[in-house]
């Protein structure tokens, strides 16, 4: 299995608060990306990264955001929490662009209230 | 606009017997393509990838069809076993690029004893 550790697995947090979420990969992969999972919906990428601070915007990324100042770590921020991002995150890693698959960690399920 | 589409939300299949699960694109500038299985509470896992040079790719009992005239892959499963009972999304990238996959919603496979 790809080395990927997502932390925390499991919180539950307030409306309005900020919330971080990391992911540690021990693969040194250029690229990582963050996902999000709902029901009716697959996954849908949030922010990835291609590079030790170099980050770029997914399909849903308003009210995310991510630093990448290591390449091992990779963090996802909800600066201030709603309802509508209570869902499953799920960071992923892949060595090349466009031509490899990408390896899923365990997901990270959020719940705001 | 949903690029990649997967329009089975669920399918039963008899143990021993064939699974098809059916996967459309309309972004044509995806040429890779691949499956990931995903059971409850674990991340995706990858499954089998096709490039857009060939029609057909084969390991063991996973084959993967690509129709790229009608923008249309198959993941054929012979025989289906129950550990095959999982949520099945196809995925697509674009040669060079470093945003990721675009998944599908997913199929949820019931293989039947």
């Known amino acids: 299995d790809a080395g990927i550790t997502q932390s925390p697995r499991h919180k539950v947090t307030e409306t309005g608060t900020p919330v971080t979420l990391r992911c540690h990969q021990t693969e040194n992969h250029r690229y990582m990306y963050w996902y999000r999972q709902d029901p009716g919906h697959g996954l849908r990428l949030i922010h990835y990264?291609?590079?030790?601070?170099?980050?770029d915007k997914g399909e849903v990324s308003d009210g995310y955001s991510v630093s990448r100042s290591k390449t091992e770590d990779f963090l996802l921020t909800l600066e201030s929490a709603t309802s509508s991002q209570t869902s499953v995150y799920f960071c992923?890693?892949?060595?090349?662009?466009?031509?490899?698959?990408?390896?899923f960690g365990q997901g990270t399920r959020l719940t705001v209230v | 606009d949903q690029q990649v589409k997967q329009n089975s939300p669920s399918l039963s299949v008899q143990e021993g017997r064939i699974s098809i699960l059916n996967c459309d694109y309309t972004n044509s500038m995806f040429d890779y393509f691949l499956w990931y299985k995903k059971y409850p509470a674990e991340g995706p896992t990858f499954l089998i990838s096709?490039?857009?040079?060939?029609d057909k790719n084969e390991d063991g009992r996973f084959t993967v069809f690509l129709n790229k005239s009608a923008k249309h892959l198959s993941l054929h499963i012979v025989p289906s076993q129950p550990g095959d009972s999982a949520v099945y999304f196809c995925a697509a990238s674009r040669g060079g690029g470093a945003d990721g996959l675009t998944f599908g919603k997913g199929t949820h496979l019931i293989i039947q004893p």
């Open positions: 990264s291609y590079g030790v601070k170099d980050t």
């Open positions: 992923a890693i892949s060595e090349y662009v466009g031509a490899g698959e990408a390896f």
């Open positions: 096709i490039s857009s040079i060939k």
